[in-house]
């Protein structure tokens, strides 16, 4: 009776302490979308833990038009896919041939890009800019996409190098003398089995990409190839802000991340599981 009762007692424990979190994560999205309904008046006039007195959804559809909500998803939307695949890609390709393909050039090539993770957004700005002032990429999403996949590659290099390393190599061999190329070998054996690392790449990816501000605001000055978080900076200002439309254009741009972390939820729990196994 009194293991059982501790069980009891370790299950509400628990349940409590899962509770306290679920709630500490959910109230801040919450109270965003209910501040996203006040005006700015009566946000700044009114208690920021009341309700509002009319609830209104004008901020919505003003917050879209003005800010160009439409092309500027569309464009986030454009940034994020192509960076997380070019960047997993590219990155399991390049951990493939450091890790399983004996090269002389490999320790320098894969020390080149672990480097790469040192250098910081502001130390590379400056010369970033002027290179795509003088080919012409400023204000293009050509011009945004391969800085964004640039900086990705160095973590994912980094990352799959190792996870591919612990794959065995009898397979691999298994796989070369049965004829296959290592284009064959990377899309049939290294791909599958790091769907771990993979995942994880993703998700760093993803919200990197969909959140960067300062990268695309210096290369940019149009909506046309600017992204959703320029346009929640529209509003807000060095002498004022319109919070409460700052407040739906905030909502607009989390939306997607909810979405995408409800469609791809067993994916990410399946890969952050795997990836804590394999480490």
């Known amino acids: 009776m009194d293991v059982r009762k501790n069980n009891i ?19 801040p999205l919450l109270w965003l979308v209910i501040q ?15 309700l509002p007195e009319h609830w209104s959804a004008q901020n919505y559809p003003y917050v879209w038009e003005m800010a160009h909500f439409g092309i500027l998803l569309i464009n986030s939307i454009i940034y994020t896919a192509i960076t997380v695949t070019a960047t997993i890609v590219f990155g399991l390709m390049a951990s493939f041939a450091f890790a399983k393909i004996p090269s002389k ?24 800019f002027l290179v795509e002032m003088n080919t012409g990429l400023l204000n293009t999403r050509l011009g945004v996409l391969i800085p964004y996949i640039g900086l990705g590659l160095p973590m ?11 794959i065995p190599g009898a397979i691999i061999e298994s ?13 049939a054996i290294i791909v599958p089995m790091s769907a771990p690392v993979a995942m994880t790449l993703g998700i760093l990816t993803f919200t990197g990409t969909w959140n960067e501000f300062m990268l695309i605001t210096i290369l940019t000055d149009h909506y046309t190839s600017q992204s959703i ?32 972390y409800v469609t791809f939820r067993k994916q990410i729990t399946k890969g952050v599981a795997a990836g804590a196994v394999k480490g």
């Open 105 to 128: 050039a490999t320790p320098l090539l894969h020390g080149v890009f672990i480097v790469g993770i040192l250098l910081t957004l502001q130390s590379i700005l400056v010369p970033l």
């Open 175 to 187: 796989a070369r003398i049965d004829g296959a190329k290592f284009l064959k070998i990377f899309t």
């Open 9 to 27: 007692i370790s299950q509400i424990i628990i349940y409590f302490i899962m509770a306290i979190f679920t709630v500490l994560a959910i109230y």
């Open 36 to 50: 996203s309904f006040k005006t700015t008046q009566e946000y700044l006039t009114t208690s920021k833990l009341s």
């Open 229 to 260: 978080p320029v346009g929640i900076s529209k509003f807000s200002g060095a002498l004022a802000s319109d919070y409460s439309r700052q407040f739906s254009a905030l909502v607009m741009g989390v939306i997607p991340m909810i979405i995408f």
């Open 156 to 166: 994912a290099v980094y990352l799959g190098t190792d996870f591919v390393k612990g």
